[in-house]
């Protein structure tokens, strides 16, 4: 052992109790951190004779600011923001659509699946099955903690998004009695408790928007969905142009209401009884939601849409009665309310949304029903097309 000497020992002791002059305003270990206010200005550096000095400019310049600029009393330096803030958010997230959400991740789906695969792993969740053909995943059996009398079940369905290099999952949970000797379940519309399937969504979310790097791939997972896109702008021969949505008519319905309060449009009506959309387009205009005043704002330098106003001062009525079910008894055939005031002067457009066997149609027409120029017709769908979600 190491013997100390008595001056040694009594340092020591004398450290605890005043620190033995080290610490404080006069000591070495001081606070510094005010030091910089009392820097002064060193004048140039003089070079030796026969050596040219070399011009430097200054890399951070500090423009001058009169006082009248800015009150210095009250000015407060900005904290840098962390990190982690909104890391991932804009790559993953939740959506809703009336009671069912799911997750959308910015990503193809050959890449999501074996993110969904660690996920599940690092979570101690073990996969029954796992389909990539099908974009599907089964959990085994599981028990919550909170309820040992039930014995419950996840099955995740990944699926291409409406965008191009997006991809969807969504999750269904599925509770039994313990006892309750089924191994094979036909899963049902819904999940047994929102709350768990709420959990697990929240979960893999989170897990998703943490791995951002999204560089691994799954070869077997290119086949999901069969390689089907949801949304397609079909133009048929001697037909005009029509957007398929491979989607539910209550899902297809509230993300092109969602399509057409964005970009150049605006939607002024709707009648969701005839699925029909009363819109203006204006290629000039500049929507958003971030004005105090409203939804939306708009881009002309007296900050005023005539268009838009025109179309405002329409009503529901008067587009209805303006539609000639005639021009398409197709489209408009056996739809009560239509027509009776044609003929009248209606700036914009109606966008009608139909169901068929195959998918959901939507298309752009004028305000008395009749078919746009092709290439018009494509353009006007094209805008609905890229803010779909």
């Known amino acids: 052992m190491t013997r100390l000497t008595a001056g040694a020992a009594l340092c020591i002791a004398s450290v605890a109790l005043s620190g033995c002059g080290i610490f404080g305003d006069d000591g070495y270990f001081r606070d510094r951190s005010d030091d910089y206010q009392m820097a002064d200005s060193l004048p140039p550096l003089r070079m030796p004779e026969g050596v040219a000095p070399k011009q430097q400019e200054e890399l951070y310049e500090v423009p001058q600011i009169s006082s009248s600029d800015v009150e210095v009393d009250e000015f407060e330096v900005p904290r840098p923001q962390a990190l982690s803030v909104n890391v991932g958010l804009d790559r993953v997230k939740i959506q809703k659509l009336g009671s069912r959400r799911w997750v959308l991740v910015s990503q193809p789906p050959e890449e999501v699946w074996p993110q969904l695969h660690y996920f599940l792993r690092t979570s101690g969740l073990q996969l029954a099955s796992s389909d990539a053909n099908a974009g599907i995943m089964e959990t ?33 949970h599925y509770s039994l009695p313990r006892d309750d000797p089924r191994n094979e379940i036909a899963w049902p519309e819904q999940s047994t408790s929102p709350e768990r399937e709420g959990w697990m969504i929240d979960e893999m979310s989170t897990a998703l928007a943490a791995e951002a790097s999204g560089a691994a791939a799954s070869l077997v997972a290119q086949a999901i969905g069969g390689g089907s896109v949801k949304v397609q702008l079909r133009e048929p021969a001697r037909r005009d142009p029509f957007l398929s949505l491979d989607l539910s008519m209550d899902r297809a319905w509230a993300t092109v209401a969602h399509a057409l309060n964005s970009g150049a449009y605006r ?37 005023e849409d005539k268009l838009a106003q025109s179309a405002s001062k329409v009503t529901l009525p008067q587009v209805l009665g303006n539609v000639d079910p005639t021009t398409d008894p197709a489209l408009f055939g056996g739809m009560s309310g239509l027509g009776g005031a044609t003929g009248a002067d209606i700036p914009g457009y109606i966008v009608v949304v139909r169901s068929t066997p195959d998918a959901v149609e939507v298309r752009v027409r004028d305000t008395s029903g009749k078919p746009l120029k092709r290439g018009r017709a494509s353009d006007l769908l094209m805008a609905i097309r890229q803010n779909l979600i």
């Open 140 to 172: 085994t059996w599981l028990s919550f903690r909170e309820s040992p009398e039930t014995k419950d079940k996840y099955r995740l369905r990944v699926e291409s998004g409406v965008q191009p290099d997006t991809t969807e999952i969504h999750v269904r």
């Open 267 to 303: 939607l002024h009506l709707e009648d969701e009884d005839r699925r029909i959309f009363y819109v203006t387009f204006d290629q000039d205009r500049e929507l958003t939601e971030e004005e105090d005043g409203g939804w939306f704002s708009w881009g002309s330098s007296d900050d």
